[in-house]
């Protein structure tokens, strides 16, 4: 091989290190500091609610969820109400419910509605996420008191 090829080679080798250098630094700096919020939706606020008129949103019917709630883990009996969706949980700070889970992800799991009917996704998290003992892969399906699993923490949709 003449050297101007080995010269070629090795800056290559050399180029494509760096990538992955700082990649790896990339993804330790977001697991570790949370993703960043852009200022479309954070810190804007919102109008107040006219007096003397209540929201006009419909009463919820029986049977429907309206809030999801941490049943077991660190974070036990926060809750959010369903009215906020999609809403993600996670170990970053854009998440609606911010788990102090080991083995949850900066944004682990989402539930989201879609016609009458609630869904969990996992995020590409590491540890995944569950709904009993199943780990689940796709947007699934759950229902007013099933039990999702993320890490040490079970959260449920509640009424």
Same mark, same amino acid.
């Given at each position: 091989?003449?050297?101007? +090829?080995?010269? &070629?080679?090795?800056?290559?080798?050399? !180029?494509?290190?760096?990538?992955?250098?700082?990649?790896?630094?990339?993804?330790?700096?977001?697991?570790?500091?949370?993703?960043?919020?852009?200022?479309?939706?954070?810190?804007? #606020?919102?109008?107040?609610?006219?007096?003397?008129?209540?929201?006009?949103?419909?009463? #919820?019917?029986?049977?429907?969820?309206?809030?999801? !709630?941490?049943? +077991?883990?660190?974070?036990?009996?926060?809750?959010?109400? &369903?009215?906020?969706?999609?809403?993600?949980?996670?170990?970053?700070?854009?998440?609606?419910?911010? &788990?102090?889970?080991?083995?949850?992800?900066?944004?682990? !799991?989402?539930? !989201?509605?879609?016609?009458?009917?609630?869904?969990?996704?996992?995020?590409?998290?590491?540890?995944?996420?569950?709904?009993?003992?199943?780990?689940?892969?796709?947007?699934?399906?759950?229902? &007013?008191? +099933?039990?999702?699993?993320?890490?040490?923490?079970?959260?449920?949709?509640?009424?």
């Amino acid at each position: 091989m003449s050297e101007l +090829t080995l010269f &070629l080679i090795r800056v290559a080798y050399l !180029a494509i290190l760096w990538i992955f250098v700082l990649a790896a630094l990339s993804v330790i700096r977001s697991d570790m500091f949370g993703a960043r919020v852009t200022n479309a939706s954070a810190g804007q #606020p919102t109008a107040p609610p006219a007096r003397g008129k209540a929201p006009a949103a419909r009463a #919820p019917r029986r049977g429907v969820p309206t809030h999801v !709630a941490v049943t +077991t883990g660190s974070n036990a009996g926060v809750t959010v109400p &369903l009215s906020q969706a999609p809403i993600v949980i996670g170990r970053g700070s854009d998440a609606a419910i911010i &788990l102090d889970d080991d083995y949850a992800s900066t944004r682990h !799991a989402r539930i !989201a509605v879609s016609g009458d009917q609630w869904f969990v996704e996992d995020l590409g998290s590491t540890n995944g996420t569950y709904i009993g003992s199943v780990r689940i892969n796709q947007p699934t399906a759950i229902s &007013l008191g +099933t039990q999702v699993r993320i890490g040490k923490t079970i959260l449920e949709l509640r009424k």
